[in-house]
Structure formats: C-alpha cells, structure tokens
C-alpha cells in the first residue's frame, strides 16, 4: 500500500466530477486539492534508537537480509490507515520503528521475544497494517526503543485436512493470498472485511475481524478452530477440537488480543468448498427501520443469506448520487427502477438446492415485511466495488473534507436509539453540515452491528477536530449501552473506554493474562491493556 493513503497507489484517483459537484453543494468547499501529498523522500523519519550491536543482535537470530533500519523500510509501518493516521502522514516529520525484522519461524518469533525482553525493546507485530484504532503504531511506551515484526514470511498454506475442511494458514497469509492457496485445492475461506486485500491471517484473528459475508459464514473468530501464540513465556498452542469442556477456551483468550499477549504465527481454520452457485438479490424498503425489522426476522428465523446489509435513506442516497464510485454503470442501480428509501444486498452461495432455499425463506420475509425486489443488479454492483470505498476517502481528503468511519454493535431492542444517538453526537461535534450515512454490515439473533460513515467539512486542526468528535461519539455510545467495536478492535483509540465496556476487573483480568504471557510487557505496548 501507499506509505500515506490506502491500497495500490494504481488504483487512486481523483473525485469524478459528479462527486466534486455533490461534495461542493453538500459542504460549502471549493472540491480544490488543499492537502498535496508529501514525497516520501522528503520525509524526516525519526531516528532508529537501536546501535549497530542491536542490529547484529537480531541479524543474528532471523539473518542479515530479514532485518532493516532504512527509512524507506521504517516509513511504510509508522501506523495503519486511519482518518488521523493518514493526516498525521501529511506532515514533514514522521515517528517511525527503529528496525524491521521479519521472521521465519516460530523458534525465531520466540527468540527475537527473548531478545527484546533482555534489551528492553518493545515488539509491535505487524500484518497488513490497515488498523483503523493505532493498533500497529510503533509505541515504545517504557522502552528504549520499538521494532516492528512484520510476518510476511510467514505466508503458506501449511495444512488443508480436506476432510474435516480445516486449513491451516501461516499469520503473514493475505486475504486473496488464503483465496488463492485454498482455491488451487477447491476450497474457500470466504471471510471478505474491508481490508481482505491487504489484512493479512494474523491480523484477522488477533482483531476478532468480520467480514462482509459473516451472515454467511460467520466471524473470523467463528471459523478459527486451533491457534499458535508464541509468548515470551513459551508458545501457547490453543485448539484440538471443534468444541469442549477443558475449562475457558484458551482459543477465544488469543482471538481478540491485538498482539499485546505475544504474536499470533498460524491459524487453523474452518474453510468451505468452492460455492457450486451464487445468486444476487437487491432490495428496497421504505424506510431503515422497516429494512432492520426484516433482517431481524431473517436472523432470528436462522436461514440467513452469505451477505446481507442495508443502507439507511442517506447513504442510499449519497451513494446512488456518485454510481461511478461504487460500479461501472448506473442501469441497475435502484433509482432508475424505484425511487428513495433503503437498498438492501443480500447474495446466497452453496449449491444450487440449498441457495434456492435459502433464497426463498428471505424473499418470503422480506416481502411480508414490504420489502420490493429490484433484482440481481444493485447486488452485483455493490460486489463490483466493495473494496473501493477507502480509495474515496483519501480524495476526500485531498480537498480538506473529512471522511471517517465507526462501527458499534447492540441488540435489536437498542438499535433506533443507538443509532440517533450516533448521528447526533457527530452532528453536535463536527461543523454544520454534516451527513451522517449508517448500514447495518452484520446480523445476529439478538441484535446487529451499526456502521457509520460521517463527511463534513474539515478545520484549520483537522486531527484534533476528529480526535475530539470520537470522544465525544465513543462516549455516546458507551452510555447508550452499545459496544464500543464491533470488529475494528480496541488497539490505542478505543482504549480509554474499555473499562466502561468490561468493567475494572475486566481489565484487571486482562492485565494479569498479560502479565502472565508477557511479565515484562514488551508486546505492544499501549494496545487494549
């Protein structure tokens, strides 16, 4: 990815001229670039803190060429792609890790551990580093320095059991990358967040990640079945089953860690046989809370579509408004077939019997819920460019407007007050206008995950304008009774409200785990604990 924006720097471009159009009308700006892009070259990377006999140290347990104090290598792990990461990488001066080491095997992740707990150098593993909370920032906190343990070596494809359908997949495995192993073999993860491109096995599994098809297939920590954390204690292998009865599952104590208990180097997970067929059906309710009323039904009924997620009337809107943003062409979009309300996707995979059926208990509750089909066009569409919409933000940025997401999960009974108390807080705390956007991305029988988009108008401090708009919206939804992550974890932003979520023992819990796996604290330092 770009060292100061997301994704393949092939793939950016500037705001089509309908969107600049929209943007200038919405907000009062003049859709003029003010944020110019910084060479990287240019940049001043803070110093490494490590002496040349530190870096022989750790040539000495991965080798010479897995080891890196240059700039440009230190540059592209400073932080992961956030609104205010990205902002902060529009500055001249840029903190960075001290080196870069790359591991090959877990014998070598325990001893680079061993050596930074004797050196007093903190470790921050790092994966695909599209963190959206500060979870890969190179804190050093305590110690005299921080390097990053970037597992990208770590990328096979070590075990496929095609019987019980569980591979088993190196940390450092791309999402495409596990597609593409387990596609060779007519197998498929099917786990598709947002960072799918770029998020790496580790990654997924340390963030408790859920993808854009968890209707379907279920969060990453559904389908994880076995584990590997190496620790500064020793390695901690967790899962021999699908299910048991030996005490707390150790598995569900590493998911969700964030790399503070150790660093995660392979994952054993439940995979699928390549779908036999696909089908796509676009939706449109009159208003969003018909639309959650008839994903409630659907989830609590269980027969639950491979995708299923609705926009609320804005982001309909909006997005309808730039079609060349979300697709190649506007023909199937809903706006030429039925006007306003809610789209809703949902798609269906397996084979062709069970996706008749299941298809045909939706289409069922939808309709009795005054749902209208408008067919397989938007479904497409909206597949077309699921992965595109980061690229948005980052134009967005360039012309001073500010373009952030946040995510929050509640049950049903909560869900309309959440979400008003969402919109208002970041009403109140940003410049009029502001618009406020909201899909729900995942269902469950009790409740849903809530996903916001928010745009306005940037100020003269465009960080500490967001940084005090997410207080305040964190806070609202902390006394609303929501979670405060769904699936972007905790990592250093969310941090400070943790204990408001699992109360002070919660936390002291977690802090003892720590202390456990981790005595001297040199693993990710500043993350959830």
């Not at 190496?230 to 860690?257: C, E, Y």
Request: with cysteine; charged share 20%.
């Amino acid at each position: 990815m770009r060292w100061d924006a997301w994704g393949d720097p092939e793939l950016a471009a500037p705001l089509s001229e309908g969107t600049a159009t929209l943007i200038r009308g919405m907000l009062g700006v003049s859709g003029e670039v003010t944020l110019p892009t910084i060479d990287p070259a240019t940049v001043a990377v803070s110093p490494s803190r490590l002496s040349v006999d530190d870096l022989a140290g750790l040539r000495a347990i991965v080798g010479a060429d897995w080891v890196s104090a240059a700039d440009a290598d230190r540059l592209v792990r400073a932080g992961g792609k956030s609104t205010p990461d990205l902002l902060r990488r529009r500055r001249a001066e840029q903190d960075a890790p001290d080196a870069v080491v790359v591991p090959g095997t877990d014998d070598e992740v325990a001893a680079l551990l061993a050596w930074c707990g004797e050196n007093r150098v903190a470790v921050v593993p790092f994966g695909g580093g599209t963190s959206v909370v500060g979870g890969v920032d190179p804190t050093a906190e305590q110690f005299r320095a921080a390097i990053s343990v970037d597992l990208r070596r770590m990328d096979a494809l070590i075990d496929l059991d095609e019987v019980s359908q569980i591979a088993t997949l190196g940390a450092g495995v791309t999402g495409p990358e596990a597609e593409r192993l387990l596609g060779d073999r007519g197998f498929s993860l099917g786990h598709f967040p947002q960072s799918f491109r770029y998020g790496s096995i580790g990654g997924f599994s340390v963030t408790r990640s859920s993808g854009q098809a968890s209707a379907g297939y279920g969060r990453f920590d559904d389908m994880v079945q076995a584990i590997t954390l190496v620790t500064p204690r020793g390695i901690l292998r967790a899962g021999r089953s699908p299910k048991n009865a030996v005490g707390p599952d150790l598995r569900q104590l590493i998911l969700g860690s964030e790399g503070a208990f150790g660093i995660v180097t392979s994952v054993s997970v439940r995979v699928h046989r390549v779908p036999a067929a696909t089908e796509y059906e676009g939706w449109r309710f009159d208003t969003f809370a018909h639309a959650a009323a008839a994903f409630r039904a659907v989830a609590q009924e269980g027969v639950m579509p491979t995708v299923m997620r609705v926009s609320d009337e804005i982001e309909t809107a909006l997005n309808l408004a730039r079609p060349t943003e979300i697709g190649e062409s506007d023909d199937d979009l809903p706006d030429k077939q039925v006007p306003g309300g809610c789209l809703a996707i949902t798609t269906f995979e397996g084979s062709p019997t069970a996706v008749a059926a299941r298809a045909g208990v939706v289409r069922e509750i939808f309709t009795a819920a005054g749902g209208q089909s408008l067919g397989d066009g938007p479904a497409k569409t909206w597949e077309h460019g699921r992965f595109s919409g980061p690229y948005l933000r980052d134009a967005l940025l360039d012309i001073g407007v500010g373009c952030e997401t946040l995510e929050t999960v509640t049950t049903w009974a909560k869900l309309e007050e959440v979400k008003a108390a969402v919109t208002a807080a970041l009403a109140e705390a940003l410049p009029e206008p502001v618009v406020v956007m909201c899909h729900i991305s995942h269902t469950y029988a009790t409740g849903a995950s809530l996903y916001f988009t928010v745009v306005y108008r940037q100020g003269d401090d465009p960080l500490a304008q967001w940084q005090a708009a997410k207080q305040r919206v964190t806070g609202a939804i902390a006394a609303a009774g929501a979670s405060i992550t769904h699936h972007h974890a905790v990592g250093r932003d969310h941090r400070p409200w943790l204990a408001a979520e699992i109360g002070d023992l919660g936390v002291e819990v977690l802090g003892a785990v720590k202390h456990a796996l981790d005595p001297l604290g040199v693993c990710n330092p500043g993350k959830l604990v």
